[in-house]
């Protein structure tokens, strides 16, 4: 919606909210709820501000000591919230409420905060233009549904949830039925929300299902990514349901992914697509570079302890890098034709930030068309299979953050700022789990040791 609009809108009282929100690190969004006359009057050209915490805390809230970008001597300042009115809509999901996403800058100069997410996605999307480039991209999420409430899931302590069905539903209809009050709630809310939904399905575990929103420029692929993953737990809360994006919620059952779909076009043209033949110099390229720096910068596509454990034999989750022609064993997928000629990455999983992971995406594939980095040869059959040339990803969070932060490639492609901010982020992350005593600790050591 247009500033126009959403002063009719205020006008006639349909809307009295408006929130104005960024995403941490994690891919959550944060911020406030302003009064809607006040954002109109103020916020709209001058902006808001939050503190800067907020870019150096872990999941529990508690600032994390290290960083050099915000820390306990700098006191804490506040950063200055501007809103990009492109990303300004309404919350089909709630009453009354508008939503508009901003970028970070600094208090001092007004500069883009460098390490905010969004901002780092943006440097790469300049890259691209600079090259000759615009981005199209999509995400596919999937999640989990349960029938517990959020509340009764923690009472839980989130074991012994019940699915939303009871048997796996990938593409079956009638199971999928038995969650249109939820999953058809958020197609609509989502449309309300003026982001285009292609569609829903059941997916390949007990309870899971994945919602596609069509493909956009890079930019608002992943503003729109974080907006859905809000609208469907507002949702959840407010049905009394509960929906989960980890990575992997049960040990005995697929992951959740989170499939990035990417292409490169020069003005209308797809630049990876040529007449008779889909292996253009700009497609080889880009793929090449994706791949080759895919190890290094980990982390942006699996940004979790649980990450890394979706990466099973046959769990439709790739183990190693390899692409190959519409092959779902492969980490890379080349799918669609002349002007939807595209890349898909299997690699992360729906606990990704997308502005993240996109932006890892094209750093790497534009390094790719920079430096012509060939892939290797196409796979062919079973990547899961032994003595296929698979290469090896990390098999941990924290061995996936010991070589980003080593990473030459990793600081050339993203900034030694990012790579040190975010590698002390994850650092945080695995020193937090490896702390923690564990339900399956309790169980195998308690008694039999």
Not at 58 to 68: F, I, R, S, T
Not at 143 to 170: I, M, T
Not at 212 to 234: G, P, Q, S
Request: charged fraction near 25%; include cysteine; proline fraction near 4%.
């Amino acid at each position: 919606m247009t500033p126009d609009q959403l002063r009719d809108e205020v006008g006639d009282g349909a809307i009295d909210t408006v929130a104005v929100a960024f995403t941490d690190h994690y891919g959550r969004l944060v911020g406030k709820r302003l009064d809607a006359g006040f954002f109109l009057d103020v916020a709209l050209d001058e902006g808001t501000h939050a503190c800067d915490y907020l870019l150096t805390v872990d999941m529990e809230m508690e600032p994390v000591e290290g960083y050099e970008f915000a820390n306990w001597a700098s006191g804490y300042g506040d950063v200055h919230l501007v809103a990009d009115l492109a990303t300004l809509r309404r919350c089909g999901w709630t009453d009354r409420t508008a939503l508009v996403l901003c970028d970070v800058h600094r208090g001092a100069d007004h500069a883009e905060v460098a390490v905010a997410p969004r901002s780092i996605l943006k440097r790469q999307v300049a890259a691209a233009a600079a090259a000759g480039f615009e981005v199209d991209a999509a995400s596919e999420i999937e999640f989990f549904l349960y029938r517990d409430s959020y509340r009764e899931a923690h009472l839980k302590n989130y074991a012994d949830l019940e699915p939303a069905g009871w048997y796996v539903e990938d593409y079956h209809l009638l199971q999928g039925a038995r969650v249109e009050h939820f999953v058809g709630a958020a197609r609509r809310a989502l449309r309300r929300s003026e982001i285009p939904v292609e569609s829903s399905k059941g997916e390949a575990a007990t309870g899971q299902h994945e919602l596609n929103v069509r493909y956009a420029d890079v930019l608002t692929t992943a503003d729109r990514h974080a907006v859905m993953k809000e609208a469907l737990k507002e949702l959840a809360e407010a049905t009394g349901v509960s929906v989960s994006f980890m990575a992997k919620p049960h040990a005995d059952q697929p992951g959740s992914s989170c499939h990035l779909h990417v292409s490169l076009r020069r003005g209308e043209v797809n630049a990876f697509a040529a007449e008779g033949d889909d292996s253009t110099d700009v497609f080889r390229w880009f793929l090449g570079g994706w791949m080759a720096h895919a190890a290094d910068l980990m982390p942006c596509y699996a940004p979790t302890v649980n990450s890394y454990k979706r990466f099973q034999q046959q769990s439709w989750a790739p183990t190693g890098l390899a692409w190959s022609h519409d092959n779902r064993t492969a980490g890379f997928r080349v799918v669609g034709e002349g002007p939807s000629r595209r890349i898909e990455c299997r690699l992360p999983g729906a606990d990704a930030n997308p502005y993240l992971a996109h932006a890892a995406a094209l750093a790497s594939g534009l390094d790719g068309i920079a430096n012509r980095i060939e892939p290797p040869p196409a796979l062919r059959g079973d990547a899961y299979a032994p003595g296929n040339e698979v290469r090896p990803l990390p098999s941990t969070l924290r061995e996936a953050t010991e070589r980003f932060v080593a990473s030459t490639a990793a600081r050339r492609l993203l900034g030694d700022d990012v790579v040190d901010h975010y590698a002390h982020f994850h650092d945080a992350e695995c020193a937090a789990y490896e702390r923690a005593v564990t339900d399956w600790e309790r169980r195998r050591y308690f008694e039999r040791i």
